[in-house]
């Protein structure tokens, strides 16, 4: 699985940013301007907390935001059927944003569920390399390379007895 870089690459954030679009599409001609608002902040909330989670920097607060982002979807869903039973939304245009927000909220319960099973605990518990580790890293890997260069047989003996030593670390 690849390493997530920015919040902008989650499909659950992707997902919440059409939320957004379409929600704030359909009401933008609502006369009910205190409905309006709290059911285009309850959208723009899902959004920015999965966002706000990932910049957090910890596995445990990442958590935390993504479920405040999974209430805020349970509360637009619940604005929608309001909307629908007032008369404000015809029933395609209730289904259709039901679906999208019900998409939201699965998507975020699945990266929850992956969340935590992983074993990254998050950004703030990331050691940062030094400069000379950066160096001894970039020097061992031109050795290396050199090595298998020039002489492929004793690149391989290397490799199979680091192989072995990591083996016998781990009890296999």
Sequence with gaps: MATVKQ?????????????????????????????????????VSVMSNIAEGFESGT???????????????????????????????NI???????????DCSRLIASFIKALKSSEVMGHQFKREKTKSQIERERFEEETLEQLKQSSPELYEKYYKEKHERIKRSLNI
């Excluded at 006369?31 to 959208?43: E, K, L, V």
């Design 7 to 43: 919040f902008e690459d989650l499909l659950c954030w992707q997902k919440s940013r059409e939320l957004v679009r379409e929600i704030y599409k359909t009401f933008r001609d609502c006369r009910d301007r205190g409905f309006t608002d709290q059911i285009q902040r309850a959208s």
């Design 59 to 89: 596995r445990q607060e990442f958590l935390n935001y993504l479920y405040i982002a999974k209430a805020s979807a349970g509360e637009v869903r619940a604005q929608l059927y309001a909307a629908y039973d007032i008369g404000y939304l």
């Design 92 to 102: 395609e245009t209730f289904k259709f944003l039901s679906s999208l927000v019900l």
